[in-house]
């Protein structure tokens, strides 16, 4: 998994009485009416700002609402507490192989079981399917007669495979802003729960249920934010990872023509794009037929209607199985084009300028690739074979190609790492920004050894022991973060809540002629010298870089990205 799992806590608060939409009870314990279910929060003794933890969004997806689009809630009586962090969604990893199955004539079979997969493949945790909750965190105490403020929703990362809310204290944020945002943090369906592709689950069913979850989720924000003290016209999605490949989702969701608008802003810190196939393209249909050989399905008359009848423990078995059968460092279960909520590749949409929101801010870590690349295969990887394994729908002429691009970019496995990180996090990252020409800001977090997912405890501090990241300057890890909520805030984050922040004057992400090879884009470095100085500054995207970007955009339909 990309993200550790938090230890679930509890938090105490007394029944009160509801009255209508509004927060009544005692200060300390408000109590919100949903319509569908009436919750009581508390207030945090450390922070001393407002939570509601564990909120049902979406009927429990189980029985026949497995691989469905999210349900309402049914109507609930008395006052539920929201004081516990939710159950996970089920969760898988990435893949541990060398080769990809995809290139065989039979996929996996090198890792076919001969029966299906048993009970001894269940992983004991605190895993549900009745997992489509959020939690929300409001500064100070609840007053829903105070003006309505801007709204940050967090969209986990963990290859839409792992992860779940109560990794991240959205007080946090809050102390970012210095308490001038509300926060939503949700979950929603991974791996095979959330992504089953293929054409059975189309005509059956519901493609990108977990996709499908976040829409319901930011939804269900615009009804019910101001209940919070949030504004719904001022939304920002927020995500790391995969998160921030869910924001691109949501960017390019129904040809951009989401109607009412569910945010006006996204945030993409690591944007992850891996191939988004055509959920009956050759790849998803295997991953489906394996998902029915592993189950004991394969000869039920609708495989379909078997695979929702399994226990969960079984479904998960498989997911994690497969998982882990796929190229080193790869995620199976991943969002395709579905025809309808995603109509084309993200890549296309972005071209096209067919997209949701008025404006964004992507954070790309200097070496995104080095934690998906199996470094013990330093002494025999080439980088042509490194990319057929990545991307298997890649012709020989375009492998080739691909090699030539990182033929002076070091050693092979430095090559490796290079195709990794640019192809599937930092190249789409500029896909998105030239697609908002002039209304993007871009940013590199590079403090040693700027690996992937390093940036997150510099912004949910409470991650780090004692709340001090690993790069402990108190001017660079307010600017850092403070970054991120000015942009919430205003849409600009020269607009500064704190006097605080050193971060310079921030120009938008500009690129000449909308060409990926002209070099011309400025960007914010987010840094440290080698003798523990903070270096926050302007730099110019490299020409190099934006190059080879413009490669792997030329290549696209054959990544399926």
Known sequence: ????????????????????????????????????????????????????????????????????????????????????????????????????????????????????????????????????????????????????????????????????????????????????????????????????????????????????????????????????GGDPTKVTIWGESAGAGSVLQHIVAQDGKTNPPLFRAGISSSLYLPPQYNFNDPIAEDLYSEVVSLTGCTSATNTLNCLRGLNDGLLQGANVNISESVFFGTFVFVPVVDGTFIVRRPSESLKMGRVNGEAVLAVTNAFEGTLFVNLSTAGFVQSNNYAAQLFPELGNQQIQAAAAQYASVGTPINQAIGIMGESIFICPTYYLLMAFEGRGFKGEFAIPPGEHGQDVAYYFFSQNPNGVPGFSNPVFDKSFAESFLNFAMSLNPNVKVGIADATPHWDVWRNANGVAAVGDGVEMLFNMTAAGAPVIQPITTSSSLLERCNFWESVTAMTAQ
Request: overall charge neutral; some cysteine; proline content about 7%.
């Open 1 to 228: 998994m990309l993200l550790s799992i938090a230890s679930l806590f509890l938090a105490f608060a007394h029944t009160q009485v509801a009255i209508g939409a509004t927060a009544v009870g005692n200060s300390t314990n408000p109590i919100i009416d949903l319509g569908y279910a009436k919750y009581q929060g508390f207030v945090d003794p450390t922070s001393g700002n407002t939570q509601f933890l564990g909120i049902r969004y979406a009927a429990a997806p189980v029985g026949n609402l497995r691989w469905r689009a999210p349900q309402t809630p049914a109507k609930t009586s008395g006052i539920l507490q929201a004081n516990a962090q939710p159950p996970q969604c089920f969760n898988a990893g990435a893949g541990l192989e060398n080769v990809t199955p995809f290139r065989n004539p039979n996929p996996f079979a090198p890792a076919r079981r001969s029966e299906p997969v048993g009970k001894r493949d269940i992983i004991p945790t605190v895993s549900s399917e009745d997992c489509l909750h959020l939690n929300v965190y409001s500064p100070g105490i609840l007053d829903p007669n105070a003006n309505k403020l801007p709204v940050v929703v967090w969209i986990h990362g963990g290859g839409y495979m792992a992860g779940n809310a109560s990794e991240f204290n959205g007080d946090d944020l809050i102390t970012d802003a210095e308490g001038g945002v509300v926060v939503v943090i949700i979950q929603y369906r991974l791996g095979v729960f959330g992504f089953l592709p293929g054409t059975q689950v189309q005509e059956g069913g519901d493609l990108n249920a977990g996709l499908l979850d976040q829409h319901f989720a930011l939804q269900w924000v615009h009804k019910h934010i101001t209940k919070f």
